[in-house]
């Protein structure tokens, strides 16, 4: 079993910035291959970045591209999300995910482990 906790969520105004946090505990933690993905108000959860076990290697959505840094600390069992030049459009919960796999992955069957969410409101 792997917990995982989020943290960093808040209310912003566009053009601003967050850093989402997503400490891990249970098995070890670089052993999984970890996402972030939102959810908003009436809308399907939708993939947001993803990267490997060593932090080599990641993935965005289109719609955060150049926006968002995904980026893991191993030694902390903490996975972040960077998030800057923020839009209305970014309002969200934001969940962090642990996957078992050995690639990054944008698919939500993929991840075996969830977050309880944290919610991220950005103003206009």
Not at 12 to 41: D, E, H, I, K
Not at 66 to 76: L, M, P, Q, T, V
Not at 111 to 122: A, P, S
């Amino acid at each position: 079993q792997v917990q995982l906790v989020e943290s960093g969520g808040g209310l912003v105004q566009a053009g601003g910035s967050l850093r989402l946090s997503c400490a891990a505990s249970g098995r070890t933690f670089s052993n999984y291959v970890m996402g972030w993905f939102r959810q908003a108000p009436g809308k399907e959860r939708e993939f947001v970045a993803t990267i490997n076990w060593s932090g080599r290697s990641t993935y965005y959505a289109d719609s955060v591209k150049g926006r968002f840094s995904i980026s893991r600390d191993n030694a902390k069992n903490t996975v972040y999300l960077q998030m800057n030049s923020l839009k209305p459009e970014d309002t969200a919960v934001y969940y962090c995910a642990a996957g078992s796999g050995r690639y990054i992955t944008i698919r939500i069957m993929d991840y075996d482990y969830w977050g309880q969410g944290t919610q991220v409101t950005v103003s206009s």
